[in-house]
């Protein structure tokens, strides 16, 4: 079990370019989530993935951000036109299908950190 | 509207004292809550959940109580050590009407264990 991985780990923009990122869940993880933690906060919702259908899908995730995840497999989350409220560190965490008492645990990637400069 | 409040940012403690962390939270009915370890640049690591019916949970150093009347955790670290000076955050879970259920989390409150 390699756990969630992203990348990049970092990512440097200037205001206005585009930018994608990458999360690759635990392999037998139906479910996926993508949050964004500014300093001092918690991490907050953007979407949720079960599968490759995206079920859901904050109000904080303007017409600017678009994420996918073909397949059913990894997702990749984009940002068109960043803006320096933007910066910010963009988590990822999946989860299994609960079962039971089991499965409402979320594992989290080591997030990207993006500064939109 | 749901606000979920961590008693403090920052809670200094020595080591071998029980740490305890509070999470209140209001306009919220959640199915289950959660708590969080967190490093710095790091992802949170999952620790305990309690459902709403429960009232304690234990694992190994840790413990989790849970009070749908006072909308209230308490998270105790007993016997704590340096190694578990970290942010801890609170998550609260509400079925979020599209198969799952949606975490809303706390800002977190930074612990320090002083040896």
């Known amino acids: 079990d390699t756990g969630v991985s992203q990348n990049p780990r970092h990512k440097i923009t200037k205001r206005g370019q585009n930018v994608t990122f990458r999360c690759d869940p635990i392999s037998e993880h139906n479910r996926l989530y993508w949050y964004r933690q500014t300093l001092g906060q918690g991490p907050e919702f953007l979407t949720y993935f079960q599968n490759e259908a995206q079920l859901e899908k904050s109000r904080l995730l303007s017409d600017r951000f678009s994420a996918e995840r073909p397949k059913g497999s990894f997702s990749t989350l984009e940002i068109q036109r960043t803006e320096q409220g933007d910066s910010a560190m963009y988590l990822c965490a999946s989860s299994p299908l609960p079962s039971g008492q089991e499965g409402y645990e979320q594992y989290f990637g080591p997030g990207t950190r993006l500064t939109v400069t | 509207s749901q606000k979920i409040e961590q008693n403090s940012e920052a809670l200094n403690i020595q080591e071998g004292k029980t740490a305890t962390l509070t999470c209140n939270y209001t306009n919220y009915s959640p199915a289950y809550l959660q708590w969080y370890r967190q490093d710095p640049g790091r992802g949170p690591v999952f620790l305990l959940l309690?459902?709403?019916?429960?009232k304690e949970k234990r694992k190994e150093r840790l413990k989790v109580t849970f009070d749908t009347t006072l909308k209230q955790s308490l998270f105790h670290i007993t016997a704590s050590q340096p190694a578990d000076s970290a942010t801890y955050l609170c998550a609260l879970a509400g079925y979020s009407g599209a198969g799952s259920y949606q975490l809303t989390f706390g800002k977190g409150t930074k612990l320090s264990v002083i040896p």
């Open positions: 309690i459902r709403e019916n429960e």
